[in-house]
């Protein structure tokens, strides 16, 4: 076993993923590990418990200070990204028509040891009724109850709500902290404004990787070979998708090999057509995100980005018919007005059809119960690719073959 203090542990692997903060602390001590992972981000001190085996979790977690186990128990009980799974569950709780003085002398050990933000008035079913800050009660006068001076009704969260749901509902509120209570409005613990909004942070940080398939938990201290085993599948399906887009090329090699020329601007099609629907892509999952994309709206933003797609399409088409025509009147080309309009009229039509699918793969993706952001620049990439190279190819072949 090895003799480390449980701060610089919990340094040491504060940015690494779980399965390599495992290995790191196996030959640890349970004691220091449940004093290090006490030091972490509830949801990252949790994945890390996980990847113990089942034996010597509980080991570490009978090894944790009195509470801190129990703590652990209710969270593992609820799904990642939710309130539960970042729940504080020794919430401060007093029955109804408690003394001020009462609740001060409970306190006097308990403010030693942890800070104590907020107090909860409670009734005998344990439904919170009303929160006291602790500040208010140095102002109480004698012989006055909890109820005198509570905000009675307060907002709460639910332990199953979603991390990001939650993040728009306290969002305008800034409390220090929250309580978290049950459909009939039991009090069951509290959760930190900073927990939320750490936690929140990570989550963004994850979602640009998320979209070209780098799992969340990878970081820049995991080992090679795990991080080959996140990404590579990934890039396995990526290169079947490509598959898909050289497909159609090869479908239209006879008009290639008739018209060389084609095959210069298919790379400048394709690219101008993908980051027309990446931006589409990461507007639309910054609205979902914000809950802005509510019932209704779907069918508008979609309407709105096939819009923006055909004006910049034009705008960027233009450019690029001018392009076409003059290399190909450089290469004597007797079609060069007829190539130039069909480079206008496929960026057209490609970038429509790239809005459309930017705005689409997400909401597509959260219907069938996924991530919206995982793989989806992989997804969307693959339908910009097979449709602005088909329409580009598909009317070179019929209007000039």
Known sequence: ?????????????????????????????????????????????????????????????????????????????YAESTIGHLMDVSALSFPTGTSVQTAID??????????????????????????VAFREMLYAQHGQTLDDIMVRNPFSLRPNAELVDAMREVVTRHYPVYPV????????????????????????????????????????????QRALRFRHPWLQLNLLTAFIAAAVVGYFQNTVNAIVLLAVFLPVLSGQCSNTGCQALAVTLRGMTLNEIREGRARRLMLKEAWLGLLNGLLVGLVASVGMYVIARIEHNSQAFPLALITLVAMALSSVASGVAGAGVPMLLKRAGADPAMASSIFLTTATDVVSMGLFLGMAQWFLL
């Open 1 to 77: 076993m090895t003799d480390i203090p449980s701060k610089m542990l919990s340094a040491r692997i504060r940015n690494l993923d779980a399965m390599s903060s495992q290995r790191k602390l196996d030959g640890v001590d349970n004691t220091d590990i449940a004093l290090a992972l006490g030091d972490l981000r509830p949801a990252q001190a949790l994945d890390i418990l996980r990847q113990f085996a089942p034996d010597r979790r509980a080991a570490i977690l009978a090894a944790a200070p009195a509470g801190e186990d129990e703590q652990w128990r209710v969270r593992m009980r």
């Open 181 to 224: 209570c049950d459909a009939d409005g039991k009090l069951l613990g509290q959760v930190r404004g900073q927990v939320l909004f750490e936690e929140q942070a990570f989550e963004i940080s994850a979602q640009a990787g998320s979209m070209v398939g780098v799992e969340k938990e990878e970081r820049t201290t995991t080992p090679w």
């Open 106 to 131: 409970a306190l006097r050990d308990t403010i030693r040891t942890r800070l104590v933000t907020y107090i909860y008035v409670v009734d005998a079913a344990m439904r919170l009724i009303g929160v």
